[in-house]
């Protein structure tokens, strides 16, 4: 069982930045990919961003490519979501994820299905 707990989330004014951290227990997260979705009110939930195992290669949807940057520390077991140049369309409760299948090679990365555990979310609010 593995326990995702995200934290960094806020209210801050268009053009401002915030970093958000997923901290995992319970499983070593080093041999897995991992990923960053957000839901805002009334929409789907959508990707964000996601980080291979095997040399941490980094995928970005394209609403946030270029101002969020994703990275990993795996000697402290954590994900991490470097959200900069905000916007108030970037306002939804985030969710970090680890893939249910570890040193996964597919091209799933951005299908929330491909992810097994979730945290609990964290809200991010841009006000303009």
């Known amino acids: 069982q593995v326990q995702l707990v995200e934290s960094g989330g806020g209210l801050v004014q268009a053009g401002g930045s915030l970093r958000l951290s997923c901290a995992a227990f319970?499983?070593?997260?080093?041999?897995?990919?991992m990923g960053w979705f957000r839901q805002a009110p009334g929409k789907d939930r959508e990707f964000v961003a996601a980080?291979?195992?095997?040399?941490?290669?980094?995928y970005y949807a394209d609403s946030v490519k270029g101002r969020f940057t994703i990275s990993r520390d795996n000697a402290k077991n954590t994900v991490y979501l470097q959200m900069n140049s905000l916007k108030p369309e970037d306002t939804a409760v985030y969710y970090c994820?680890?893939?249910?299948?570890?040193?996964?090679?597919?091209?799933?990365?951005?299908?929330?299905?491909?992810?097994?555990?979730w945290g609990q979310g964290t809200q991010v609010t841009v006000s303009s």
């Open positions: 980080i291979r195992w095997s040399g941490g290669r980094t």
């Open positions: 994820a680890v893939n249910g299948r570890a040193y996964y090679t597919g091209s799933g990365y951005y299908r929330a299905q491909e992810y097994g555990y």
């Open positions: 319970g499983r070593n997260i080093s041999n897995y990919d």
